[in-house]
């Protein structure tokens, strides 16, 4: 399985179709498409029967463009941001209670089994009702917002 973040792919061929920012390229490779991304696509026009050459990485379904080669020679260097940007530490999540979500569940009838897992809205945890397993959805707040039958206890 190739490393798809750094797979870099050279292509050069005809302009068959052009789609805002992206188009499609008919090369000795066949058809792909090539995206130059909303903020390198601008002040660039491309049009259907363009002679172009472009290096990128590869996806799946295309070719994120980092260099543009135009058929008079002009070369253009697109910059695509960092996808996740800079790490955090831990979450940003707002403070919340976890025991205010067993009480919540207790006090609908529910026997809690194991720890609340944080979610950025809510807390989900495992409980016993009625002889059957079910999933609870508690906001932060306290609040039920959702319950799934798991499993017959």
Do not use: C, N
């Not at 973040?5 to 805002?20: Q, R």
């Not at 601008?42 to 080669?69: H, M, N």
């Not at 089994?113 to 807390?123: L, Q, Y």
């Amino acid at each position: 399985m190739t490393d798809t973040k750094t797979d870099l792919h050279d292509a050069s061929g005809t302009v068959w179709a052009v789609f805002g920012h992206r188009f499609a390229l008919d090369g000795a490779g066949g058809r792909i498409l090539a995206d130059l991304g909303s903020k390198g696509a601008a002040g660039i026009t491309l049009a259907v029967g363009d002679r172009v050459s472009v290096q990128g990485t590869q996806k799946p379904s295309e070719i994120k463009v980092t260099r543009l080669t135009l058929a008079d020679g002009s070369t253009r260097t697109i910059d695509w941001p960092e996808k996740d940007g800079p790490k955090k530490e831990g979450h940003d999540h707002p403070p919340a209670d976890p025991a205010l979500a067993v009480r919540a569940a207790e006090a609908a009838g529910y026997t809690v089994s194991g720890t609340p897992a944080r979610k950025p809205k809510h807390f989900e945890l495992r409980g016993a009702k009625d002889g059957a397993d079910h999933e609870l959805h508690i906001a932060l707040d306290g609040e039920i917002r959702k319950t799934k039958l798991l499993a017959a206890a």
